[in-house]
């Protein structure tokens, strides 16, 4: 079976990231990618990755154009340009995986307060599936929407959630302090990423008002049952990609590092992409891999963990094709590493 793929967005990095796996995968045809450019620019004058090995050209295709060539399509746009267009592409009977946050959070107020405006699509926003299928496996199969996570709450809900869940770390007071990669901003340019402005310096963003924060709470809410406050640092560092996310949380129970890690291990067993590990994870450990890897430490009254992850694999794009392959029934490790 061939599935026919579009990407929306194609111009960006999650697209570039999306392009280097799907050109591997066996069942497989790209057949649209899109951007606002008017000229039809060749795929390799934009990636030039991709010289003498897909040749294509990005258009400037709406919805009806792309449905028309396409089984499935990757939504690699900003918040809110995506929730304007993917409704056409359901309705048209396409499967989606959104890799923007318009689908990740179910209540359309708290979307609001965080990302300003009214939701574009709220209802379907409400029930829509969120693909992190380390936590939330049930439905992916059947889903024709999926949400793919944001960054940063996959690093921290996969090392946090089986904890609280397990009883072992309390809802309140946790901390995650997490250090990205430049990519995550996008290649759409910005100020602050400007190489004078980003390079050899380190710096905190979004303190206190990140729209991952709650997409955070919400992973660690409905997986556990208990109402989880998280306090979300972000900081950008003056490397390509990757994230580490270091978080503190308040013990609920006496537990040795021992048994804090067994507990992680049983909960990811049968996990492809999760490696839990006794020694320390770093973000060049999974770079350019699908792998998330965490460890668990006791430090005086906290349990801390350590995860890293790829912003634009594990973090966008390989994720996004984790999801596609569950929705296909493909293999899920299928064109990942
Ligand atoms: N970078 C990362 O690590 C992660 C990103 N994401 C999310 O994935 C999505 C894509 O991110 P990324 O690839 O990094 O972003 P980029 O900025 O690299 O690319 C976004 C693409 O969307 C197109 N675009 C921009 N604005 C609009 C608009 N208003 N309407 C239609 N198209 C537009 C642009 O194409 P053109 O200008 O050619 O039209 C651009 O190439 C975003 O929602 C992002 O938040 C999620 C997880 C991680
Ligand atoms: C370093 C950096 O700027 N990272 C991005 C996170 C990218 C991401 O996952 O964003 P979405 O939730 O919008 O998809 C940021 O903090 O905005």
């Known amino acids: ?23 591997r995968h066996p069942e497989v045809e790209v057949t649209a990618l899109t951007t606002r450019q008017e000229d039809r620019p060749h795929l390799s004058a934009i ?18 154009e792309v449905a028309e060539r396409c089984d499935c399509v990757f ?8 929730a ?22 179910n209540d359309p107020a708290v979307y609001t307060q965080w990302y300003g405006g009214d939701h574009p ?14 936590l939330f496996r ?38 995650a302090d997490c250090k990205s990669g430049v990519s995550g901003a996008g290649r759409t340019p910005k100020l602050g990423t400007l190489y004078p402005e980003c390079n050899e310096s380190f710096s905190a963003y979004g303190v206190g008002t ?40 308040l013990p609920d129970q006496d537990a040795s590092e021992k048994e804090l890690r067994s507990l992680l291990e049983e909960t990811y067993a049968n996990e492809p992409f999760v490696r839990v590990r006794s020694d320390l994870p770093a973000t060049k450990h999974v770079s350019g891999t699908n792998f998330c890897d965490i460890t668990v430490r006791r430090v005086k009254d906290r349990v801390l963990t350590i995860s890293a992850i790829d912003n634009l694999i594990k973090g966008a794009s390989g994720a996004a094709v984790q999801n596609f392959n569950l929705m296909y029934g493909f293999a899920e490790t299928t064109a990942l590493l």
């Open 1 to 23: 079976m061939t599935v026919r793929v579009g990407i929306l967005g194609a111009t960006g990095y999650t697209a570039l990231e999306l392009l280097k796996i799907l050109v």
């Open 47 to 64: 990636h030039p990755q991709f010289h003498k090995v897909l040749d294509l050209h990005l258009e400037n295709w709406g919805p009806q």
């Open 75 to 82: 939504g690699c746009l900003p918040h809110a340009a995506s």
């Open 84 to 105: 304007s267009v993917i409704p056409e592409f359901l309705e048209a009977g396409l499967k989606v995986v959104d890799l923007s946050a318009d689908y990740r959070l």
């Open 121 to 134: 699509d709220a209802e379907r926003m409400k029930t829509t599936l969120y693909g992190l299928p380390e």
């Open 138 to 175: 049930e439905g992916i199969a059947e889903a024709q929407l999926v949400a793919n996570p944001g960054c940063y709450p996959t690093g921290v809900s996969l090392a946090l959630a089986p904890l609280l869940k397990g009883g072992f770390i309390r809802p309140d007071g946790i901390i």
């Open 210 to 249: 990140h729209r991952h924060m709650p997409e955070i709470e919400q992973n660690l809410t409905v997986y556990s049952g208990k109402q989880a406050s998280v306090i979300f640092t972000p900081h950008l560092v003056p490397m390509d990609r990757g994230i580490l996310s270091t978080c503190y949380a």
